[in-house]
Structure formats: structure tokens, C-alpha cells
């Protein structure tokens, strides 16, 4: 699954993800109550910014929060 860049994924309650599979959201993604996800599962808000390879992560914008 992958939203463009104004979008969020919303995942509801009772959900299941099986194996092997990503979510991308350039904005956020929200999840749910009571929901199962399979192995290798793979979740990714793109909210960063890593461009100039000289400087840290973290004086690029990078940030993180919970999911």
C-alpha cells in the first residue's frame, strides 16, 4: 500500500495484515485497536527529510513518533 504525499493511512479496528507486505504514507499512519499483523510486516511515514549526506539525520528534520 502506498499513499501519495498529502495522504495518511487510517487503519481501523480488527484489522489483519498478513505476511510480507509494507505500508507507506508520506504524512502519518494511524492504526487501530485490536489489530494483528504477520511477519515481516513493514510500516513507513515518510516525515523526513535526508538529503545532504555530510550532515546527521537529526539536524536534517528527521523525527520520530509513535506510531
Known amino acids: 500500500m502506498v499513499v501519495e504525499k498529502s495522504g495518511k493511512v487510517i487503519i481501523g479496528n480488527r484489522v489483519f495484515f498478513n505476511n510480507f507486505c509494507s505500508i507507506n504514507a508520506m504524512l502519518s499512519v494511524t492504526i487501530g485497536d485490536d489489530c494483528i499483523f504477520g511477519e515481516n510486516v ?4 515518510h516525515n523526513h527529510c535526508y538529503q545532504d549526506r555530510s ?3 537529526s539536524k536534517q528534520g528527521f523525527s520520530t513518533a509513535a506510531i
Open 55 to 57: 550532515k546527521s539525520i
Open 42 to 45: 513493514k510500516i513507513y511515514d
